[in-house]
């Protein structure tokens, strides 16, 4: 596929062309769904790598539900990003919640806790960064939105507070906002409003699905981004493509 | 249509009745619902300042969108946002609804996690307590009209998400006691349907005398939730959508009706249902070997016929055809014949209903009375 065209992800999230002026897009709520079949995580490597260039001064907090910082590592790596480095340099800052547990399974005051204590160290990091010098995007991303449920106790309402909360960044601090679920184990209709609600509340949603006609080598799925933006809404499309998956590198 | 909605909504409530209620209901295949929102506070707002309406400002209950975003478009309208502490106060549920930012204030985690903004807001730190809320936005709004005989409208940009915080009969006890309270001139809401039991939206519905639905301009018929399928749809179903209404009148009717929306720049605007559409509708008939419509011809043939007792008193003798003819009738009308030939040849093109009596056992067709029980 042809590598030089800009390809539709970096259209939708870092660069709103108005006229002939390239402005950067700040405070986007970003939804990736994905399925067993097709996993959609190469978005958010694709997002982090980008977001770290050398040339941008960009922050990313990653709030890591899935994998610990050595599988991240390792990935970004291979793309040409060494996240230890930007770990030293203060732009990238790593929250493990692999462990993160909501103890008291009744108490509700204890499961909010977890999660409070975990949206305070987003803010304290978010507020500590857009006071130095500079112009930065500050992306939070999230790898898992249902294993964040599942420390809560699968009480989806709290990750919905949760995920308020960091959507409240957005409007005072231009944060960006980058999570990553997963559709089909919300098939069935009493836990759709998670994914639902997400919906409502994103700007751009991108969905990894199988193609319709099977797996193939190298093709592994095809992508569809719905892109509607909230208060401007001329960027109102939906495209698709394909993506190659090329180990180590990912073309679309 | 969309200024029915908001001239119902301007002309407020009358003397000793409920405020007039307005629902707006959209689901995620097209989810325009807040631009309809927004397109509703901002003409309920022009009509505000040019002091056309019974309201004297309204109170917005931001849940879904921060304050700075109204700024922001009511700005981009025309308003004069720093005369707006006059018209409009913002319930700010939005920035902290559960108090965290508060603990963590006190806490010391954060400085100062609140925005600014230059609307006149008031914050709501726990909206699971829906009788505060409750009361804070009768305050705003007094405060607005100022302890006189005014009134004052309510926005409310999501009721979806009070439900995520609290049960319905009490969302549902804190909307009537609004519509019911004698300085509230109006009320209007957003509810995300799917995201809810059919019973809200049902809830909802007797709550309000307007519902306005947003819906996609073509359903789905399997419920599909995968959108890479049919993209275009997709689409479509982002920038227009159906617009269906359904006003309770006061005398009890309930009027409907419809039109398209479609967005343009950062706003929506409303069009009459194109004929467009009636055609593509049209053509999604399956096609059947016998006809659904009549030609022009036959559609002027029928409208010549002259249905039975259609001719009664325009000058002529009733008669009631039975299906028999008596022989005094028969008498008359060949007097008849002749005499009016030329208008009969006159009448040629009118068409008649042809009707043969099987057999004598049959029942007359006529208003006699069989079994003698009627009072004629």
Same mark, same amino acid.
């Given at each position: 596929?042809?590598?030089?065209?800009?390809? !539709?992800?970096?259209?939708?999230?870092?660069?709103?062309?108005?006229?002939?002026?390239?402005?950067?897009?700040?405070?986007?709520?970003?939804?990736?769904?994905?399925?067993?079949?097709?996993? *959609?995580?190469?978005?958010? /490597? /694709?997002?982090?790598?980008?977001?770290? =260039?050398?040339?941008?001064?960009?922050?990313?907090?990653?709030?890591?539900?899935?994998?610990?910082?050595? /599988?991240?590592?390792?990935?970004?790596?291979?793309?040409?990003?060494?996240?230890?480095?930007?770990?030293?340099? =203060?732009?990238?800052?790593?929250?493990?919640?692999?462990?993160?547990?909501?103890?008291?399974?009744?108490?509700?005051?204890?499961?909010?806790?977890?999660?409070?204590?975990?949206?305070?160290?987003?803010?304290?990091?978010?507020?500590?960064?857009?006071?130095?010098?500079?112009?930065?995007?500050?992306?939070?991303?999230?790898?898992?939105?249902?294993?964040?449920?599942?420390?809560?106790?699968?009480?989806?309402?709290?990750?919905?507070?949760?995920?308020?909360?960091?959507?409240?960044?957005?409007?005072?601090?231009?944060?960006?906002?980058?999570?990553?679920?997963?559709?089909?184990?919300?098939?069935?209709?009493?836990?759709?409003? !998670?994914? !639902?609600?997400?919906?409502?509340? *994103?700007?751009?949603?991108?969905?990894?699905?199988?193609?319709?006609?099977?797996?193939?080598?190298?093709?592994?799925?095809?992508?569809?981004?719905?892109?509607?933006?909230?208060?401007?809404?001329?960027?109102?499309?939906?495209?698709?493509?394909?993506?190659?998956?090329?180990?180590?590198?990912?073309?679309? | 249509? $969309?200024?029915?909605?908001?001239? $119902?909504?301007?002309?407020? $409530?009358?003397?000793?009745?409920?405020?007039?209620?307005?629902?707006?209901?959209?689901?995620?295949?097209?989810?325009?619902?807040?631009?309809?929102?927004?397109?509703?506070?901002?003409?309920?707002?022009?009509?505000?300042?040019?002091?056309?309406?019974?309201?004297?400002?309204?109170?917005?209950?931001?849940?879904?969108?921060?304050? %700075?975003?109204?700024?922001?478009?009511?700005?981009?309208?025309?308003?004069?946002?720093?005369?707006?502490?006059?018209?409009?106060?913002?319930?700010?549920?939005?920035?902290?609804?559960?108090?965290?930012?508060?603990?963590?204030?006190?806490?010391?985690?954060?400085?100062?996690?609140?925005?600014?903004?230059?609307?006149?807001?008031?914050?709501?730190?726990?909206?699971?307590?829906?009788?505060?809320?409750?009361?804070?936005?009768?305050?705003?709004?007094? @405060?607005?009209?100022? &302890?006189?005989?005014?009134?004052?409208?309510?926005?409310?940009?999501?009721?979806?998400?009070?439900?995520?915080?609290?049960? #319905?009969? %009490?969302?549902?006890?804190?909307?009537?006691?609004?519509?019911? +309270?004698?300085?509230?001139?109006?009320?209007?809401?957003?509810?995300?349907?799917?995201?809810?039991?059919?019973?809200?939206?049902?809830?909802?519905?007797?709550?309000?005398?307007? +519902?306005?639905?947003?819906?996609?301009?073509?359903?789905?018929?399997?419920?599909?939730?995968? $959108?890479?399928?049919?993209?275009?749809?997709?689409?479509?179903?982002?920038?227009?959508?159906?617009?269906?209404?359904?006003?309770?009148?006061?005398?009890?009717?309930?009027?409907?009706?419809? @039109? @398209? #929306?479609?967005?343009?720049? %950062?706003?929506?605007?409303?069009?009459?249902?194109?004929?467009?559409?009636?055609?593509?509708?049209?053509?999604?008939?399956?096609?059947?070997?016998?006809?659904?419509?009549?030609?022009?011809? &036959?559609? #002027?043939?029928?409208?010549?016929?002259?249905?039975?007792?259609?001719?009664?008193?325009?000058?002529?003798?009733?008669?009631?055809?039975?299906?028999?003819?008596?022989?005094?009738?028969?008498?008359?009308?060949?007097?008849?014949?002749?005499?009016?030939?030329?208008?009969?040849?006159?009448?040629?093109?009118?068409?008649?209903?042809?009707?043969?009596?099987?057999?004598?056992?049959?029942?007359?067709?006529?208003?006699?009375?069989?079994?003698?029980?009627?009072?004629?």
């Amino acid at each position: 596929m042809d590598n030089s065209r800009p390809n !539709l992800l970096e259209e939708a999230l870092v660069e709103d062309v108005i006229g002939s002026v390239k402005t950067q897009k700040r405070g986007r709520v970003v939804v990736v769904e994905d399925c067993v079949e097709t996993s *959609a995580a190469f978005v958010l /490597h /694709h997002f982090l790598k980008r977001s770290l =260039q050398p040339d941008s001064s960009d922050v990313v907090v990653f709030i890591a539900f899935a994998h610990p910082f050595s /599988h991240y590592e390792r990935i970004l790596r291979k793309m040409g990003c060494n996240l230890a480095v930007q770990r030293k340099n =203060q732009r990238f800052l790593f929250l493990d919640m692999l462990m993160l547990e909501c103890p008291d399974r009744n108490g509700g005051e204890a499961k909010d806790d977890g999660l409070l204590t975990l949206y305070g160290e987003i803010e304290k990091a978010v507020e500590i960064y857009s006071s130095l010098e500079g112009s930065r995007t500050i992306t939070i991303m999230i790898d898992d939105v249902s294993l964040m449920e599942v420390a809560a106790n699968g009480s989806s309402n709290h990750v919905l507070d949760f995920l308020h909360y960091c959507y409240t960044l957005k409007a005072k601090y231009g944060c960006s906002l980058v999570t990553l679920n997963h559709e089909d184990i919300y098939s069935s209709a009493n836990t759709l409003p !998670l994914i !639902l609600q997400l919906e409502y509340l *994103a700007d751009v949603i991108i969905k990894a699905e199988p193609l319709a006609t099977g797996l193939a080598s190298d093709v592994h799925g095809q992508e569809c981004k719905d892109d509607y933006a909230v208060l401007p809404a001329k960027n109102i499309m939906a495209k698709l493509w394909e993506h190659r998956c090329n180990r180590p590198k990912f073309g679309f | 249509m $969309a200024e029915t909605i908001s001239r $119902a909504l301007r002309d407020g $409530a009358f003397e000793g009745e409920h405020a007039p209620a307005l629902s707006i209901k959209d689901t995620i295949h097209t989810p325009l619902g807040s631009f309809v929102f927004n397109h509703i506070l901002t003409q309920l707002t022009s009509n505000i300042l040019a002091g056309k309406s019974q309201s004297r400002g309204v109170v917005l209950v931001a849940l879904t969108r921060p304050p %700075s975003f109204y700024a922001e478009l009511l700005k981009n309208k025309g308003f004069d946002i720093s005369l707006s502490s006059k018209w409009l106060r913002v319930l700010d549920c939005y920035s902290d609804p559960l108090g965290w930012k508060n603990k963590l204030m006190e806490r010391g985690t954060v400085r100062n996690p609140y925005e600014e903004t230059l609307l006149k807001t008031s914050l709501c730190k726990n909206l699971k307590e829906l009788d505060k809320v409750l009361s804070s936005i009768v305050e705003l709004g007094k @405060e607005i009209v100022e &302890e006189g005989k005014g009134r004052f409208a309510v926005a409310i940009d999501s009721v979806s998400e009070i439900l995520r915080h609290s049960s #319905l009969p %009490s969302v549902a006890r804190i909307l009537s006691h609004l519509r019911s +309270h004698d300085q509230v001139s109006c009320i209007f809401c957003l509810l995300h349907v799917d995201l809810h039991e059919a019973k809200v939206a049902a809830t909802l519905e007797y709550l309000s005398t307007m +519902h306005a639905d947003v819906e996609p301009i073509v359903q789905r018929t399997n419920g599909q939730r995968s $959108a890479s399928e049919d993209l275009p749809m997709v689409e479509q179903c982002f920038k227009r959508g159906k617009f269906h209404v359904r006003f309770k009148r006061r005398n009890g009717r309930v009027r409907v009706m419809r @039109e @398209e #929306l479609y967005v343009e720049g %950062s706003s929506i605007k409303f069009k009459e249902i194109s004929s467009e559409d009636g055609m593509t509708a049209q053509s999604l008939v399956p096609k059947v070997q016998f006809n659904l419509e009549l030609s022009e011809k &036959e559609r #002027l043939d029928r409208a010549k016929v002259v249905l039975p007792f259609e001719h009664q008193g325009t000058g002529r003798p009733i008669q009631i055809y039975d299906g028999r003819k008596s022989l005094n009738e028969s008498e008359i009308e060949q007097q008849q014949a002749s005499v009016e030939k030329p208008q009969t040849t006159e009448d040629s093109g009118r068409g008649e209903i042809i009707y043969f009596r099987d057999s004598d056992d049959e029942m007359p067709d006529s208003d006699e009375d069989p079994d003698d029980d009627l009072d004629i």
